[in-house]
């Protein structure tokens, strides 16, 4: 069973920087692709960047550059540090473990686990 737990939202100001933090309560993380995701209103979940079990990183759009996704199989947890924040990244982010990092397209498909969700809120 995947428990997936994530933390680290809350609100910034534009320029700012947050990093998010997911868990992974279950047996499988070493060898699952890590993925967050952000909603935001009105739009699909999409991807904002992976990391694959060997540790190759992926990154969407707006994130490269901005963004660095991390993680820490000893301790089953993921990371993504999220730099120069803009008002755009305002969203729900989720952590997701499936076998693969999916790109094309990059949203939101039915597989995989997911966890609840953290908000991030980029005031101006």
């Known amino acids: 069973q995947v428990q997936l737990a994530e933390s680290g939202g809350g609100l910034v100001q534009a320029g700012g920087a947050l990093r998010l933090s997911c868990s992974d309560s279950g047996s499988i993380f070493s060898t699952n692709a890590i993925a967050w995701y952000r909603h935001i209103p009105g739009r699909q979940r999409e991807l904002v960047a992976c990391i694959t079990s060997d540790g190759s990183t992926h990154y969407i759009g707006s994130a490269k550059g901005r963004f660095a996704i991390s993680r820490d199989n000893a301790k089953s947890m993921v990371f993504l540090q999220m730099n120069n924040l803009k008002p755009e990244d305002t969203a729900v982010y989720y952590c997701?473990?499936?076998?693969?990092?999916?790109?094309?397209?990059?949203?939101?498909?039915?597989?995989?686990?997911w966890g609840q969700g953290t908000r991030v809120t980029v005031s101006p």
């Open positions: 997701h473990s499936d076998r693969s990092c999916f790109l094309d397209p990059p949203l939101a498909r039915g597989t995989g686990y």
